[in-house]
């Protein structure tokens, strides 16, 4: 990730921390197309329920980068909008107690259909929300004891008043987020993926589309985060990071990555899709050494 990027990552940090977190919504970014406002705009009002408004002015930071910007279209745009603000919206313990308390009625306070939400999470994602301050030597000491992956439910519950206030406890964490180590995982992951769009563009344009929607490979939370999230590094480690630095000869790096993902399954040995990186790699070798 740049210096630009950190940087603009802390300052935003910081606001949300000390309170300069205002009510206004930040403008979208000036030149923007029209055809891509109702997606940036969506994600703002998004990502102000999330976290707060200089999370979203966070959000508009890093989407100016791209508005004007050389073989990037409205399609292009929209997509990265969108696809950025689901990766900043991220689905952790404490989202997923907002989005319960969503659920109550505002005059009431009560929900209109009581119900009762079991999640599973590693012990190291629930420890992962908290300020990297704490959670790091708790991470360090499940490490030791071989507890990091152990399986643990938990219940977010609006069918008792205990569970109501236990999920505002847990949404109250919120104020915390953004010190904690999957945020500062989180960060380094966008500005990666926004670094290898920007590098695309200049190197191979025709491929820039294809990058964009890498990002869908990650979703959710536990396994089938921790695999995509996997999936996503071995492609672009293996595919899009040594054609950009010319240490491979990928001529169509979009196809290439699409064919890598196609054969991307549920398997923490990534077998098949190391083969198929390695199939593609060895045929771009061959090609070079035959021109």
């Known amino acids: 990730?740049?210096?630009?990027?950190?940087?603009?990552?802390?300052?935003?940090?910081?606001?949300?921390?000390?309170?300069?977190?205002?009510?206004?919504p930040p403008f979208l970014?000036?030149?923007?197309?029209?055809?891509?406002?109702?997606?940036?705009?969506?994600?703002?009002?998004?990502?102000?329920?999330?976290?707060g408004t200089s999370y979203a002015e966070l959000y508009v930071h890093r989407l100016r980068r791209f508005v004007g910007k050389?073989?990037?279209?409205?399609?292009?745009?929209?997509?990265?909008?969108?696809l950025m603000a689901v990766r900043m919206a991220y689905?952790?313990?404490?989202?997923?107690?907002?989005?319960?308390?969503?659920?109550?009625d505002p005059a009431s306070g009560k929900p209109a259909k009581p119900a009762v939400d079991i999640r599973k999470f590693r012990l190291a994602e629930l420890i992962g929300v908290l300020p990297a301050v704490i959670s790091e030597y708790v991470l360090d000491a499940l490490d030791w004891a071989g507890w990091s992956n152990k399986r643990v439910s938990i219940r977010f519950s609006t069918a008792s008043r205990l569970g109501i206030r236990r999920?505002?406890?847990?949404?109250?964490?919120?104020?915390?987020?953004?010190f904690s180590v999957r945020y500062a995982k989180e960060r380094v992951w966008v500005?990666?993926?926004?670094?290898?769009?920007?590098?695309?563009?200049?190197?191979?344009?025709?491929?820039?589309?294809?990058?964009?929607?890498?990002?869908?490979m990650i979703e959710s939370y536990g396994d089938v985060y921790r695999q995509g999230?996997?999936?996503?590094?071995?492609?672009?480690?293996?595919?899009?990071?040594?054609?950009?630095?010319?240490?491979?000869a990928l001529h169509d790096l979009g196809s290439a990555v699409t064919e890598a993902r196609?054969?991307?399954?549920?398997?923490?040995?990534?077998?098949?899709?190391?083969?198929?990186?390695?199939?593609?790699?060895?045929?771009?070798?061959?090609?070079?050494n035959a021109a």
């Open 229 to 248: 999230l996997a999936d996503w590094n071995a492609i672009i480690d293996g595919l899009v990071k040594p054609t950009f630095d010319g240490v491979l």
């Open 91 to 104: 689905e952790d313990p404490i989202r997923i107690a907002q989005l319960k308390l969503a659920e109550l």
């Open 167 to 178: 999920l505002k406890i847990e949404a109250g964490l919120r104020r915390w987020r953004l």
């Open 70 to 82: 050389q073989g990037v279209d409205d399609a292009m745009l929209t997509d990265i909008a969108r």
């Open 1 to 24: 990730m740049s210096d630009r990027g950190i940087l603009s990552s802390l300052r935003y940090l910081f606001a949300d921390f000390i309170g300069e977190d205002g009510d206004t």
């Open 262 to 288: 196609a054969v991307a399954m549920p398997d923490p040995r990534q077998s098949a899709l190391k083969r198929k990186i390695a199939e593609i790699r060895a045929r771009a070798s061959a090609e070079s």
């Open 29 to 51: 970014p000036e030149g923007l197309p029209e055809p891509v406002m109702a997606a940036a705009s969506d994600a703002i009002h998004l990502l102000i329920d999330y976290q």
């Open 191 to 216: 500005e990666r993926w926004l670094h290898m769009i920007d590098r695309s563009l200049t190197k191979q344009p025709r491929a820039a589309s294809a990058i964009v929607q890498t990002a869908t």
